[in-house]
């Protein structure tokens, strides 16, 4: 079972390819509370840990996104998430 902070952040990287620090205020207004973009960045590595989401790096040479498997070892800022299917069943 995800809490309200885990959904609404899996809900946001099943729209698009998303950057926590981006989606903080969005998460924010949701939940009808600040989140932090470490509490954000938390929260999708948590996703990922559990196959609800990948990370991924954007790279400008190629213009393609590259799939990271230590997020956690990046700046959240350089790192994109993107809801898998499993994410995506989670929350339907």
Do not use: N
């Not at 885990?6 to 205020?25: F, H, K, M, N, T």
């Not at 207004?29 to 960045?41: I, P, W, Y």
């Not at 196959?51 to 393609?64: C, D």
């Amino acid at each position: 079972m995800l809490t309200k902070l885990e959904e609404i952040v899996l809900e946001w990287v099943c729209l698009d390819y998303e950057r926590a620090p981006a989606i903080v205020g969005e998460v924010s207004s949701a939940l009808g509370s600040q989140a932090t973009d470490r509490e954000v960045f938390g929260v999708l590595l948590a996703h990922c840990g559990r196959g609800l989401v990948k990370a991924y790096l954007y790279e400008t040479e190629t213009r393609a996104f590259k799939q990271l498997t230590r997020p956690a070892d990046h700046d959240p800022e350089e790192v994109w998430w993107y809801c898998t299917e499993a994410g995506k069943k989670a929350l339907f």
